[in-house]
Structure formats: C-alpha cells, structure tokens
C-alpha cells in the first residue's frame, strides 16, 4: 500500500485547501512545500516592527467559496473590513474624485447592466473568454460612467498591462457573484484573523484531520510510470554539496495535485509524458509577457495620508509620472497589528509589463517614478518613516487576464493521458479573483478526485 493516497504540492491557498479537504473526507494526504512558511504568494511574514504580505492582499469571496471551505473543515474564516468606496485619482484635472461621481447620472444605465449580469447563467460567460469587457458592456449601455465603474473595478482585483484590456469573462464571473452574494459591484475583506492566522486555521484543519506536512522540501519530479502517477520524489535534506543532484527520497502515492503555476510546474512534471499540444500550451502562457507585473510598494508614516475614509481602496489608471494602472490601500487600517502603535503601513502597486521584470534598471527607474507618482497623489508620503520595494514577477500574481488568455484558453486541470495527476492552480483553468480562485480552483480538483460534489459547495460554479 502506498504511504499517502494523495501528494499535495504547495501549500499555498489552494494547497491548503486541497489538502484541508480531502484530509476532511478521510485521504491520507502529504502536503510538500518548498518553504518554510504557509500561504505562498499570500503569505503573511514579518518584518521589523511590521507584517507584510507577497503582495497587497485582500479576500475577494463574497462566501461561496474560501468562506465555504473554512466552513466545510470545521474553521471560520472571518470577514474583516471592508471597503465600500472608490477614489479615483483623475489625472488630466491632477486631484481625486469618486467612482460614484461617474455614474450618479446614470443609476438607470447602471440598473440595465446590474440585471443583464443577474439574468445571464455563470456558463453564457463562458463565450466571452476572447473579448473585452467593454465590449459586453457596449451590449447593453454606452454610457461612459458605468464603463468607468466596471473597468476600475477591475483594475483593483486583476492587474493587466492596459487597464482597458480586461476579459470579458474572468470579470463577469466575478461580478454576479458579488451582485448575487453581496448586491454590490466589488466585494473584498481583510481576514478577520490576519493573513498568517487565516492560513493557519487551514492547516490546522488539515492536521486535525491526519493530514501530514513536509515543509522546507523541494520537489524535483513526479513520477509517472506507463500513464500512471506513483508518488513524488524530493530533494535529500539538507544538501551539504549545493550542487548536489538526483540524490532523492521516493514518496509513493497514486494521485499527486499540484498546485505550481504554469511557470513551475513543467520543473516537476516530465514534459515528455504530456501531450505535445498540453506542454506547449503551458509553454505558451508561462512567457514573460502573460504574467502579472507589478511594482510593489509599502510606505509607513507617522501621520494619516488617506484624503477621507482611512479604509477606502483607491485606484488609478496612471499616476502623474507613471503609465499603469493601481491601487493603494492603508494596511494598518485593515489590521492595525501589522504596524507598530501611532504608525500607517499602506500598500501599493502599480502595473509594469511583464516582458520588463527582468531589466533591472528599467525597474529601478520606475520604482524611483512610482514613489514620486505616490506622493504627488498624497503629500503626506513626503514624510515617510518606513519603505520595502518588492516585485511581483517570480512570483507573479497570476497570468495577465486578457481576452484569449483565460477560461477555456487554459490549460484544463485533469492532464490528458495520466492517471492520477491534476493542477489545481489559478493559472490554469479557473475563475475568481486571487486567494479565492486559487481556493476554487483546489476545490474543483478535490471533487474530481472524489468524483462527486461537496454537499457544503451546493451546485454553484467551483473554478
């Protein structure tokens, strides 16, 4: 008998997840991870006096989904603040406004757009995988204020290189699940218990329920024997020679899930045991140029910044010495433990092509216009106390979500031809937004596994 019915690798949202559940239904699962810290690219980790993630994070599940699946493992994943206004810095007049000031005229336009995503079933978006988001929208309005709302929206959940580039798809998706779930256009919360705390209640449940972690190991392939997957093999630790190779532990299990992006998983995974036109669509969505890039940025001050609500997520399409959309949110008003007392941690972002993540001057040059962008925006950050730089490029959030780039342009997550392998990650074919759609993404793979639906899930869309 093999030692694990079901390798997990990655322990990331949707490692966790994956494991959470199918530990829950009785599998003797292994998570392996190549860190040493929970939550991958939503990871909480300290530093100094301050707690920071991989990225500006927010949960963007309006509770069918990671909500159901603390839910379903015996947890509670908290919703914590919310953000329920949009400033919107208006470059040409250099000041900022509202995103209800867009469309205030036009409540009946918006009322149209409201109920034609309503009426439309989840699958009819389906068909949208290679147009824009306007160009859905045009069906129904062409009024500019509703355009505005749809597209800064979708600026503040999915980063693309050109802010007007959106799919169609990828984004209805999301927005009917918010107008049904919530009855608002965008949903977003802060966990209630802190990122390390959420990830942390995950594994918790995965423990609980005889799951078995091996943190801190590499793996170097998954083993496939005529069109059968037999387990893992993973990196001797530690490595006294760095250089060291093929000196591997064999962990046997007939099902491996993994959930590396399109940008990792062919490390592992043989790609001469792929179909040539599966590994060359992986090949194809993991070039530079598809991943979401983006400046990171976290700046600290001793005094208040935000112009009104100090919990408003606000976002912009360039700022004054930058072209590229992002967003800006104050951290410490989420979460007033990630910065020590009398001090405001906000985080930004800003997009950058892909194809540009790997110039670095190019990149020390933005980085230098981006800061001077952020305090022309907000005076306040001329007198900052505190600053970390990061990239989001390796790892990227995800690839880019344009037209021709999602749903069913993505690789599926049941590989052809093997038994017992499947990737459970968003940048293969998934829906949502982040952590969620990675969860979702967990959670189709699970019950595809099972070969039956998760009564908790109900008979709602999964990826």
């Known amino acids: 008998m093999s030692a694990y019915d079901v390798v997990v690798i990655g322990a990331g949202a949707a490692g966790l997840t994956a494991g959470a559940l199918l530990a829950k239904e009785g599998k003797r699962v292994l998570i392996v991870e190549r860190d040493t810290f929970l939550g991958g690219r939503a990871a909480e980790l300290p530093d100094e006096d301050f707690k920071i993630n991989l990225g500006g994070h927010l949960v963007e599940d309006g509770g069918s989904g990671l909500t159901k699946v603390f839910e379903h493992v015996g947890k509670e994943l908290v919703h914590g603040e919310v953000s329920a206004e949009m400033p919107v810095w208006d470059d040409q007049a250099g000041r900022w406004g509202s995103i209800r000031d867009r469309y205030a005229g036009s409540k009946s336009e918006l009322k149209k757009v409201i109920a034609a995503i309503k009426e439309t079933p ?10 824009t988001l306007r160009e859905w ?38 927005r009917k699940m918010h107008y049904e779930e919530r009855h608002m256009a965008a949903y977003s919360f802060w966990p209630g218990q802190g990122w390390d705390g959420m990830w942390q209640d995950l594994a918790d449940a995965f423990t609980e329920h005889g799951g078995t972690f091996r943190l801190g190991t590499s793996v170097e392939r998954v083993i496939i024997e005529n069109g059968e997957v037999k387990g893992i093999a993973v990196a001797r630790q530690p490595k006294v020679i760095p250089t060291e190779v093929f000196e591997e532990e064999i962990i046997e299990a007939p ?32 070039q530079d140029r598809f991943r979401v890039s983006w400046l ?71 980085f230098e216009r981006f ?46 031809t093997i038994e017992g392998l499947w990737f459970a990650s968003e940048t293969f074919k998934s829906r949502g937004v982040g952590t969620d759609r990675a969860a979702r993404a967990a959670l189709t793979v699970v019950e595809e596994y099972l070969g039956r639906r998760l009564s908790t899930f109900g008979d709602g869309w999964r990826y």
Not at 270 to 281: F, G, I, S
């Open 122 to 131: 989840y699958e009819a978006f389906d068909a949208w995988d290679d147009r």
């Open 137 to 174: 929208l045009a069906q129904y309005t062409t009024d500019q204020g509703v355009y505005d709302l749809f597209e800064f929206t979708s600026v503040l959940e999915c980063v693309v290189d050109n802010w007007w580039d959106h799919s169609a798809s990828d984004n209805l998706y999301v």
């Open 255 to 286: 099902a491996v899930i993994s959930t590396l992006p399109v940008w990792n998983v062919l490390r592992v995974v043989p790609e001469h045991q792929l179909p040539d036109w599966y590994a060359q669509t992986i090949r194809f969505l993991a």
């Open 296 to 366: 990171g940025l976290y700046l600290a001050t001793e005094e208040p910044v935000a112009v009104n609500n100090r919990k408003e997520l606000a976002t912009w399409l360039n700022t004054p010495t930058t072209e590229g959309a992002g967003f800006m949110f104050e951290q410490s008003a989420m979460d007033p433990s990630s910065a020590p007392p009398g001090v405001y941690l906000y985080v930004m972002g800003a997009s950058v092509p892909g194809e540009r993540g790997r110039d670095q001057q190019y990149l020390r040059t933005m």
């Open 371 to 416: 800061e001077e962008g952020a305090r022309a925006m907000w005076p306040g950050f001329a007198k900052t106390v505190w600053r970390r730089r990061h990239l989001a490029f390796d790892p990227a959030f995800g690839v880019v979500q344009k037209p021709y780039l999602v749903g069913s342009y993505r690789p599926h997550w049941r590989v052809p």
